[in-house]
């Protein structure tokens, strides 16, 4: 719980001042101000998180997280489990589908077993296993209080290693059969919201097995009453390893004052009990994807996070980010690399009074 609460603690807002400096060399650039939408916008998030105007990446890095889920059990998934370990081997062996996009993106896979249900002997997988697997959440709590805070900090310590590494844009990602059901109860937890918009047909079930995974999270949720405000109740009731090592990573990120990307639906759950946590970690996060899923659109309208892309994807793993990675890189080098209105003799001051009259034509996120 220490290193839990030190994170926390070390989450400050990101640097608006750095931000507004960011802003007037974007409106300088040779442009009508605005008219590169979301790319200034990550440019001056980025400017705000690593407090500086310049920036530039050297390392990506995505994170991914794989565990077992005991509800499984239910008859919510559509692959068998032990589909959970073969995933730890291809992500390995380069045979997933995040792999291709990451090597597309120049970007390295950290896989972390933090909960599949068997022993995994691989090289390159991170052994940081806490159990094997959830608890069925049907019948108990999915973990004890104390394994999610434990989760989380595997999330945090494995980050922090990475960004020593020198990694400094984080993506998230997960592999585990089940956890879309998990991911579903976590968001059902805090919102209670209507079980078609928090529930979807995660890998692809059968309209029988889709309506079984709806009660399982409606009874589960109904029989463990996680306390909503207590991010860690939810987790240790309704949640998963991968979604608790997942708010670690976020967490980890904010602290250390590096950009993390979002992914889809279970990567978004996890930024929401995150936000639950330390509302300042959602300065940090940029969402990559906007899942297929229902709940995807909830996450949205109640984080607030507005993803860049809408491709119909609900693999998960990652891939999102992999494909965002790209986009961000490219933001940071409009100021690195753009022609500016010196080139007419304008000055940055003639430039900035001429960027506020057009802040109402090209809105702005703050």
Do not use: W
């Amino acid at each position: 719980m220490q290193l839990l609460e030190e994170t926390i603690g070390r989450i400050q807002a990101t640097d608006r001042e750095v931000m507004a400096r960011a802003q007037k060399e974007i409106d300088y650039c040779l442009k009508p101000p605005g008219s590169l939408g979301k790319l200034e916008d990550i440019a001056r998030q980025v400017a705000g998180i690593t407090g500086q105007v310049h920036n530039r990446i050297n390392k990506k890095a995505i994170i991914v997280m794989m565990a077992d889920n005991g509800v499984y059990a239910e008859g919510i998934a559509m692959y068998p489990q032990d589909v959970t370990k073969i995933g730890a081997d291809f992500v390995t062996s380069g045979r997933m589908g995040i792999n291709f996009l990451a090597n597309h993106a120049g970007a390295e896979i950290v896989a972390v077993d933090i909960g599949i249900q068997v022993d995994v002997d691989l090289p390159r997988v991170i052994n940081r296993k806490i159990r094997y697997g959830t608890a069925n959440f049907l019948k108990e709590p999915a973990m004890e209080r104390d394994q999610a805070i434990q989760a989380i900090e595997t999330g945090i310590e494995v980050t922090n290693q990475t960004i020593d590494q020198g990694y400094d844009l984080i993506g998230t990602g997960e592999i585990g059969i089940g956890n879309t059901t998990a991911s579903s109860a976590v968001l059902y937890a805090f919102t209670g919201a209507n079980l078609d918009r928090v529930v979807g047909r995660g890998a692809g079930l059968t309209d029988q097995a889709f309506a079984q995974k709806k009660q399982v999270v409606q009874d589960a949720v109904h029989l463990h009453k996680p306390d909503r405000d207590d991010p860690l109740d939810v987790l240790s009731k309704v949640g998963s390893l991968d979604i608790a090592g997942m708010v670690g990573t976020y967490l980890a990120c904010a602290a250390r004052r590096v950009p993390v990307v979002t992914d889809g639906l279970i990567s978004n759950v996890a930024a929401l009990a995150a936000l639950q946590l330390k509302p300042e970690v959602i300065d940090y996060m940029i969402p990559s994807h906007i899942s297929f899923e229902p709940g995807a659109k909830l996450l949205k309208e109640i984080t607030g996070l507005e993803p860049m892309l809408d491709m119909n994807m609900r693999l998960g793993e990652g891939t999102g980010c992999a494909l965002a990675f790209n986009i961000i890189e490219a933001s940071l080098k409009m100021i690195e690399e753009m022609g500016t209105f010196a080139a007419l003799g304008k000055s940055r001051e003639e430039i900035g009074s001429s960027a506020i009259a057009y802040q109402g034509r090209f809105p702005q996120s703050s």
